[in-house]
């Protein structure tokens, strides 16, 4: 019996003749591994770039997003399980090639393409070779994942991946294997990997009410961010909806997020964001330096911006992103 | 004895001997299964899989980063 190992994830599917992987759509055929959603996108919309998060990214432009079908992870709060726990049969998928992704990112006039809703690490192939056309028209290529892929597909990824957003979503490997059926190890190894192969990354990290909102978890998780990839990089607090598996609990309250961007401030993150509270300060951009306000966000809309040519309008203290 | 013994206590005997049996059974049962490796047939009609990928109207590519096993 002939079997073949994917190795695009530590899940490394150990696949028999006619075999799917955990994710879904990787498929032992006629002797080699198959993907079954190259091409094929069950979603397609344009999105503020402010949406993915990335608010360090070509602010106030729109984004052309895409995804497949299939995750290689399980999170009971999924708000794209109609997509990502599902397989390819199941979904209602679009014949879109990665030039015709190019062409339309460009008739809608968007700057970047982004890989998103399920996770673009289980369609690999198909955002590796549209992300190669996508460089040669000058366009960006963002990538919003879970991080669960091993380190050489992540490294022949990379110089064509411009900005990451990473769902941090804990910082123990117990809530990743309870809340995700997943690991953590290999999603701190990713984000290490990204920074030093010069993606932009930013971080998003989801608060489940009694699952990772105490304060020693919070603080645990912005230490890690400013020891290991460093103070500038944007950590985004994202509040929970009950949704999925997790109707049963309530949606974080406003004064965890509070607290969790306070514990970032008081940990010396640069850039600490609240997400999923319209109107909050938290949705703004402050500069580190002289604590002006940079850029005045509601929700995902800008209302004002102070970063020119990179740096603040007022200091000229440099505002680390990519700004265009 | 055994023609001795009373019908009632020639019948206790005999369900002891089935009930110890029986645990005798359980007890190398589980203990067979921790010492053995677990393995699990799988027994997949590939043609069928074909069949139905095409029904779904997937066209398959050939992925990156595997490798063969055996």
Redo the contacts between chains.
């Keep these: 019996?002939?079997?073949?190992?994917?190795?695009?994830c530590k899940r490394k599917c150990?696949l028999?003749?006619?075999?799917r992987g955990d994710c879904r759509v990787?498929?032992h055929?006629d002797?080699?591994?198959?993907?079954?959603v190259?091409?094929?996108p069950c979603s397609v919309h344009i999105d503020p770039i402010e949406k993915k998060p990335l608010f360090h990214v070509l602010p106030a432009t729109g984004a052309f997003s895409i995804a497949t079908a299939g995750c290689n992870m399980h999170c009971k709060y999924c708000q794209n399980w109609q997509i990502s726990q599902r397989p390819?049969?199941e979904t209602h998928?679009y014949d879109l090639p990665p030039d015709r992704v190019v062409a339309e990112t460009l008739k809608a006039n968007c700057k970047s393409i982004a890989y998103t809703y399920s996770d673009p690490i289980i369609f690999?192939?198909y955002m590796?070779d549209t992300a190669e056309i996508a460089h040669k028209h000058n366009l960006l290529n963002l990538m919003i994942t879970a991080g669960f892929i091993?380190e050489?597909?992540l490294l022949?990824l990379c110089p064509h991946i411009d900005a990451a957003n990473v769902d941090l979503k804990g910082i123990t490997e117990e809530y990743y294997q309870k809340m995700c059926s997943s690991e953590l190890a290999p999603v701190l190894h990713a984000i290490e990997t990204m920074k030093k192969n010069g993606v932009w990354v930013e971080l998003t990290n989801l608060i489940i009410p009694t699952w990772n909102d105490s304060e020693k978890d919070i603080r645990t998780l912005c230490r890690w961010v400013k020891d290991t990839v460093g103070p500038d990089v944007p950590l985004h607090f994202s509040r929970f909806w009950p949704r999925h598996l997790l109707k049963n609990l309530p949606p974080t309250p406003v004064e965890t997020m509070e607290l969790a961007w306070n514990i970032a401030k008081s940990e010396g993150l640069h850039y600490a964001y609240v997400g999923n509270v319209p109107g909050h300060d938290g949705n703004s951009t402050f500069c580190p330096n002289d604590g002006k306000l940079l850029i005045k966000r509601i929700g995902y809309q800008i209302l004002e911006n102070h970063v020119v040519d990179g740096k603040c309008e007022f200091c000229k203290t440099e505002i680390l992103g990519i700004w265009s | 004895m055994a023609q001795y013994m009373k019908k009632e206590n020639k019948y206790f005997i005999l369900m002891l001997i089935i009930a110890a049996a029986l645990l005798v059974g359980i007890v190398a049962e589980n203990i067979v299964s921790v010492i053995l490796p677990k393995t699990v047939r799988l027994n997949i009609d590939v043609e069928k899989v074909k069949q139905k990928l095409s029904q779904a109207g997937i066209v398959t590519r050939e992925a990156k980063h595997w490798k063969k096993v055996r």
């Design positions: 019996m002939k079997i073949i190992e994917c190795q695009l150990n028999i003749e006619g075999q990787r498929l055929l002797g080699k591994l198959q993907t079954l190259y091409g094929n390819p049969e998928n690999y192939e590796y091993e050489k597909p022949d």
